[in-house]
């Protein structure tokens, strides 16, 4: 058996602010998107790194309001990108931990991610 990580499914409800969030503010790439007719819900794979994501516009996918966890390298790098592009609603700031340091950033529908740069 090889289990593989998993992608976290991001309860999304607009997808021109997903877009303006994950795409223009994060940095990720849309790899694909999908939906079962063009009028019924967006379901999408983006990708920044080797962080995959699934946004969805499905109710019942996910519970909006989650927390997830992103070990990374670089944590001042990407605060200085993040807060290069002057985004209007989210000005993150690194907090230190006994662990490491982190960056919070909330998505336009209360999905949090937990940036950390672990002491290790």
Same mark, same amino acid.
């Given at each position: 058996?090889? %289990?593989?990580p ?6 999304? *409800? ?6 303006? *969030?994950?795409l223009?503010f994060?940095? *990720? ?6 939906? *079962? ?10 990708r @920044?790194?080797?962080?995959v %994501?699934?946004?969805?516009?499905h109710?019942g ?11 990374l ?8 990108? %993040? ?7 989210? @000005? ?13 950033v ?8 937990r ?6």
């Amino acid at each position: 058996m090889n %289990l593989s990580p998993p992608i976290p499914i991001i309860r999304i *409800f607009s997808e021109q602010k997903a877009k303006e *969030f994950y795409l223009d503010f994060l940095g *990720f790439t849309l790899e694909w998107e999908h939906r *079962f007719e063009d009028t019924l819900p967006l379901y999408a794979q983006i990708r @920044r790194g080797e962080l995959v %994501l699934h946004l969805s516009e499905h109710h019942g996918d996910a519970t909006p309001g989650s927390t997830s966890y992103v070990p990374l390298e670089g944590i001042s790098e990407l605060h200085a990108e %993040l807060t290069a592009k002057r985004y209007s609603y989210a @000005r993150p700031s690194i907090h230190e931990v006994p662990w490491g340091r982190t960056m919070e950033v909330t998505d336009p529908f209360g999905n949090r991610f937990r940036f950390c740069e672990t002491n290790e």
